[in-house]
């Protein structure tokens, strides 16, 4: 089940994996999947998101679900000043926000396996790694002080609106 704002979890920092954790990742994992395979294609789905205050994360660059990765304990460095302005939807918000995000980062985090990954992504997928990652630390795309927020009459109006936002967003779809 999918935690809905004002849900307090969805408002504090996660906690970190620690290195003797990790036995506890592919659990969280499985639960994330099965939350998110109602909503197939989509992009991501944060364990804060499903009620679990830890520092994991699943998400895709193209949201394929077969290119879902497992990050926990992400951090990620802007590779310059760029940024794309976008609308965002999230399963935990009723509402969309349009929002600046750095066009390209470095990641840098731990795999479900507990290897350390390095990589720089780009257009879409670093879009969405830093949405999920503000999940993480307890950041709705709507609170971001920068968020230009859209609400809707009727969930078939914004099931239309995300329609296209998706069609723009394919635009950005680059492997990482």
Not at 39 to 65: C, M, N, T
Not at 100 to 109: E, G, Q, S, T
Request: with cysteine.
């Amino acid at each position: 089940m999918i935690c809905l704002f004002p849900d307090p979890v969805l408002q504090q920092k996660a906690q970190a994996i620690d290195s003797d954790q990790f036995d506890s990742v592919k659990a969280i994992e499985e639960q994330l999947l099965a939350a998110l395979q109602p909503y197939f294609p989509a992009a991501g789905l944060a364990a804060p998101q499903i009620g679990i205050s830890k520092s994991v994360f699943i998400y895709s660059y193209d949201r394929d679900p077969a290119h879902l990765e497992t990050v926990v304990n992400p951090t990620f460095t802007p590779l310059s000043d760029e940024k794309i302005v976008g609308w965002e939807g999230c399963l935990s918000c009723p509402h969309l926000a349009k929002v600046a995000r750095y066009k390209c980062i470095k990641a840098r985090y731990y795999s479900g396996e507990g290897i350390l990954v390095e990589k720089v992504l780009d257009g879409f997928a670093a879009k969405v790694f830093q949405h999920e990652y503000d999940h993480l630390q307890g950041i709705l795309v709507i609170n971001r002080p920068d968020a230009e927020v859209k609400t809707f009459e009727t969930k078939e109006a914004m099931q239309a609106f995300l329609a296209e936002v998706k069609k723009q967003d394919a635009a950005h779809y680059k492997k990482p």
